[in-house]
């Protein structure tokens, strides 16, 4: 168990924007930042991130919560892999209490599949550094790839021993598992033998963009024709191919300030290319590239320049990927190196500035780049420069933006020497049919709708919900603070008529809210917030000195989410830019004062407008016997309903 003073030392240190920053590309939005969801495939930005009140929320899926829930949800760590998470990164120092062997049987599969990958990823770099084999086998091989010793360690590389299983010992001498290391691939089980996976490979650990170990990758050191050359993990609970990058946890920050991300296919040339001084490459470890890997690099960047190797059919291979990039809405970028040399080999001889300047000066648009490699195949043949130019326009087909896709039609237009008229028909005919299949569903959509818009009436503004919802936002974020508010104490003047009369009192926010609600006996009518409004109150008034921070990582999960709901409604707005359209959202009234008072005159208009709606009811309902008590009930709170829209400047 961690200790609460550790944990509360968490939370004080840690900057929701900072960490969340690791993750998602933030860009500033007013007081806050923006960004593309974590959680959902998106091309515009519905998630927030609030320096001030120290919480997030994704409005496309409805999470948020303070900077702990993030990672829950995002890495899905428990709750203390997340403290632990960021007491590393803020270097604070936790205390912990030693686990019994009951609470570790109760850790989950998952948590047992990353605790014997990270036991595997220390085991192989200690085999690496410490072992006779892993000094002349391992560290040999990776010293002659060019790789400093301190490379190697910030890439955690090892090496697994050349014995049967040698690893698979060692792990089950520790307490591991056998099934979890079979479920991770790093043991091969066949009835009763038991064979470690990556016998005498030179080991590459897989990490999350947190830095968690996923899998591994491991290359063998002897000529094998029945072993292939590189070895990865199987698909498991915690790794899955299609959805990891090598190098995201090392590249990511670079990614996000360099604003664009190398792509390139193997282990080697992310770590080649990390040494020589440029960081923001990822590698899609030998695989297809896929949606799923793009969306990764899309939460940091929108740039993506494709590295290939210099042989002409590697080239062909992997223009496919473009596509996919161009479908998520993507800038890319091509560049290729001379024949014979591939990013590992080229960045090894050649320093940062040479190495910076040779991308720089052939990275080409995607558009130049497929041309120039699909034209010298057609060249003297009109067939195939048929196929080429239909080959472009349908990567420009994938482009979701009319305004880059004509633009890419007039590069192609030049380049190719063929008329816009022509290309702009055929991306016409091939869009056409993608058209019909939106159009089918469009109208399927639109009958639907009819028929819920015949079946169910406008659904009215519950008034009550909104004021009670505004209560718990203005206890949240003010409720400790001490304000003069203008009190309306109810006077009878010389003509026996009642006025309003203002005297200024002193008090905290918190404790006007209460008194006021508690005089009217106004009760709340949403459950959820009455629980939550009673709670806040309880918080408030035992810590002086309440911290929203602290008190949302007080409450459970579905609190907390509630809470980060109210709190971040009003930052929709800065999600769409509406100030740069000239449009403004209102703002927060200038006080504090002003808006408690405000909000608990709405309030006390709206119920008594209900409850003279009651009397007026009564009345319709009992015709032959009026009550003449009930008449002058409904005079008297009609009256006191106009003194209140005098005080709040509005007709009521």
Not at 63 to 79: P, Q
Not at 198 to 217: C, Q, Y
Not at 510 to 529: A, C, P, R
Request: contains cysteine.
């Amino acid at each position: 168990m961690i200790a609460q003073s550790s944990i509360d030392q968490v939370f004080e240190t840690a900057r929701v924007e900072e960490v969340i920053g690791d993750f998602v590309n933030l860009k500033k939005a007013g007081s806050n930042f923006k960004g593309l969801s974590p959680f959902s495939d998106e091309r515009t930005p519905s998630f927030m991130v609030s320096p001030v009140k120290q919480i997030w929320k994704d409005f496309s899926t409805g999470k948020g919560g303070n900077v702990v829930a993030f990672l829950m949800e995002h890495e899905h760590f428990t709750y203390p892999e997340a403290i632990k998470y960021l007491a590393k990164k803020y270097n604070i120092e936790i205390e912990e209490t030693q686990q019994t062997n009951e609470q570790k049987e109760a850790a989950n599969e998952r948590e047992s599949l990353y605790l014997v990958s990270e036991f595997a990823n220390e085991y192989f770099q200690k085999i690496l550094h410490k072992t006779d084999q892993g000094k002349s086998i391992g560290l040999s091989y990776f010293k002659e790839r060019g790789f400093t010793e301190e490379t190697v360690k910030k890439f955690d590389l090892g090496y697994s021993l050349d014995d049967w299983q040698a690893f698979t010992d060692e792990a089950l001498k520790k307490g591991y598992q056998l099934e979890f290391l079979e479920k991770t691939g790093l043991t091969i089980v066949k009835e009763e033998k038991r064979f470690d996976r990556f016998k005498g490979r030179v080991m590459f650990p897989i990490k999350s963009m947190s830095g968690r170990v996923l899998g591994f990758g491991g290359r063998i050191l002897v000529n094998d024709k029945k072993a292939a050359k590189y070895l990865n993990s199987p698909e498991s609970d915690i790794y899955h191919k299609s959805k990891v990058l090598y190098g995201i946890y090392n590249a990511k920050q670079s990614i996000a300030k360099e604003d664009n991300c190398f792509l390139v296919e193997g282990y080697t040339d992310v770590i080649q290319f990390h040494q020589t001084g440029i960081k923001n490459v990822v590698s899609s470890s030998g695989t297809a590239l896929t949606s799923e890997q793009i969306r990764l690099i899309n939460r940091l960047t929108k740039n993506i320049t494709v590295l290939f190797d210099g042989d002409a059919a590697g080239m062909r291979a992997s223009l496919r990927g473009i596509d996919l990039i161009l479908e998520q809405g993507m800038n890319v970028k091509v560049c290729s190196f001379p024949e014979g040399e591939d990013p590992d080999s080229f960045a090894k001889q050649n320093t940062l500035e040479e190495l910076s300047l040779y991308l720089e000066e052939n990275a080409k648009d995607f558009i130049q780049f497929k041309a120039s490699v699909l034209f010298e195949d057609s060249k003297g043949d009109p067939i195939k420069k048929a196929e080429t130019v239909r080959d472009i326009v349908n990567s420009i087909s994938k482009i979701p933006d009319r305004i880059k896709k004509e633009i890419y039609i007039q590069e192609c237009a030049r380049i190719m020497d063929i008329s816009e008229e022509v290309l702009f028909s055929t991306l016409a005919q091939m869009n056409k049919k993608d058209f019909q299949e939106q159009n089918k569903q469009f109208k399927k959509e639109q009958k639907a709708f009819e028929v819920i818009k015949h079946q169910q009436p406008v659904k009215k503004v519950d008034v009550q919900y909104v004021l009670e919802r505004k209560i718990i936002e203005i206890l949240l974020l003010y409720g400790n603070k001490t304000e003069d508010f203008e009190d309306l104490v109810l006077k009878e003047n010389d003509q026996g008529d009642l006025i309003l009369e203002p005297v200024i009192q002193q008090a905290k926010v918190f404790e006007k809210i209460f008194l006021d609600l508690q005089d009217d006996e106004m009760q709340f009518s949403n459950e959820q917030f009455k629980t939550l409004y009673y709670t806040i109150i309880d918080a408030l008034n035992q810590n002086p000195d309440f911290d929203l921070k602290m008190f949302i990582h007080s409450v459970d999960q579905d609190t907390a989410n509630e809470i980060t709901t109210i709190l971040m409604e009003d930052e929709r707005y800065t999600l769409d830019d509406w100030n740069r359209m000239n449009i403004y959202p209102k703002e927060k009234l200038n006080t504090v004062a002003q808006l408690v008072s405000e909000t608990i005159l709405s309030l006390r208009c709206f119920l008594i407008d209900q409850k003279v709606k009651e009397y007026q009811q009564e009345t319709l309902q009992n015709t032959n016997d009026v009550n003449k008590n009930v008449l002058e009930e409904v005079k008297d709170y009609s009256g006191l309903k106009m003194l209140l829209s005098r005080k709040l400047n509005r007709v009521l």
